[in-house]
């Protein structure tokens, strides 16, 4: 292992000093990388619904969109299907989560997000009222508890983590969609 350097004594030799950076920040890297591994990081999309908080895995997650408009209105559709949206050329389902859920409509405000579920065969976007970035768990912070929601997502929920006092309910997307009360949305 290389001795480290002053970065002082680089500062008239931009070569050897963007070496040692280089150095530098691959061995933190490094470092970090090992760590995560064996610490089991889980990492997930945080979201707000109802004023709860809620993760969805990362994997399930394809992008996060504002809510896009104009949406076709989809005839004979469940209420909670608010329309086809075109995002890129694809058509892509719009689901008021909430409202699948029973739990009424979500309020649409500049924070409202669709979430693009990342699934093979069903494409659909969810709607919810917030998405707050990705947060990152270790295995340890994991529970199999099922909490009660405002919402009533408990059927669809695959555990939570809880950090300090907060509890983050795992929204299961794949769940969700291949359950027959969202496949059958026609009415």
């Given at each position: 292992?290389?001795?480290?350097?002053?970065?002082?004594?680089?500062?008239?030799?931009?070569?050897?000093?963007?070496?040692?950076?280089e150095?530098r920040?691959?061995?933190?890297?490094?470092n970090?990388?090992?760590?995560?591994?064996?610490?089991?990081?889980?990492?997930?999309?945080?979201l707000?619904m109802?004023?709860?908080?809620y993760?969805?895995?990362?994997?399930?997650?394809?992008e996060?969109?504002?809510?896009?408009?104009?949406l076709?209105?989809?005839?004979?559709?469940?209420s909670?299907?608010?329309?086809?949206?075109?995002?890129?050329?694809?058509?892509?389902?719009?689901?008021?989560?909430?409202?699948?859920?029973?739990?009424?409509?979500?309020?649409?405000?500049?924070?409202?997000?669709?979430?693009?579920?990342?699934?093979?065969?069903?494409?659909?976007?969810?709607?919810?009222?917030?998405?707050?970035g990705?947060?990152?768990f270790?295995?340890?912070?994991?529970?199999?508890?099922?909490?009660?929601?405002?919402?009533?997502?408990?059927?669809?929920?695959?555990?939570?983590?809880?950090?300090?006092?907060e509890?983050?309910p795992?929204?299961?997307?794949?769940s969700?969609?291949e359950?027959?009360?969202?496949?059958?949305?026609?009415?």
């Open positions: 292992m290389q001795e480290s350097v002053a970065l002082k004594t680089l500062r008239d030799r931009p070569f050897e000093l963007l070496a040692e950076l150095r920040g691959r061995a933190v890297s490094a970090t990388s090992t760590d995560t591994a064996q610490a089991g990081e889980w990492v997930g999309v945080a707000r109802a004023g709860e908080l993760l969805v895995a990362r994997e399930e997650a394809r996060v969109l504002g809510l896009p408009t104009p076709a209105r989809v005839p004979g559709a469940k909670w299907i608010l329309g086809l949206a075109n995002i890129r050329g694809q058509l892509l389902p719009i689901i008021d989560l909430r409202a699948f859920l029973g739990s009424g409509p979500t309020p649409a405000s500049r924070t409202t997000r669709v979430i693009v579920v990342n699934h093979r065969e069903i494409p659909a976007g969810l709607l919810v009222d917030e998405v707050l990705f947060r990152r270790t295995d340890a912070e994991f529970t199999a508890e099922v909490p009660a929601t405002i919402v009533r997502a408990e059927r669809y929920i695959a555990g939570s983590f809880r950090r300090g006092t509890q983050w795992v929204l299961a997307l794949r969700l969609l359950d027959p009360p969202f496949t059958g949305a026609s009415t």
